[in-house]
């Protein structure tokens, strides 16, 4: 959701967003536990798009301890 990498977006920046989001209608908004879930939230209630967490590295959540038990999570995060 950042406008450029490692810049908080502006308010205006979100609505923005979320005027875009309206229009195109995504399905989801992918995030990770490390980055922006909490933003996530807040834009998919704003939108109706499902805020999706995915892991960030192997490890990184509970039951993805080997690469693919990560591939497992990812996919069966996103169907």
């Known amino acids: 959701m950042e406008q450029k990498p490692g810049i908080p977006p502006s308010a205006a920046y979100i609505e923005k967003l979320v005027e875009s989001m309206r229009t195109s209608r995504p399905d989801a908004i992918i995030t990770t ?3 922006g879930k909490k933003e996530a939230d807040s834009l998919s209630l704003k939108t109706g798009a499902k805020a999706v967490v995915l892991p960030h590295d192997v490890g ?3 039951g993805t301890d080997d690469w693919f038990s990560f591939m497992d999570a990812v996919i ?3 169907k």
């Open 60 to 62: 990184s959540m509970p």
């Open 33 to 35: 536990a490390y980055y």
């Open 76 to 78: 069966a995060s996103v």
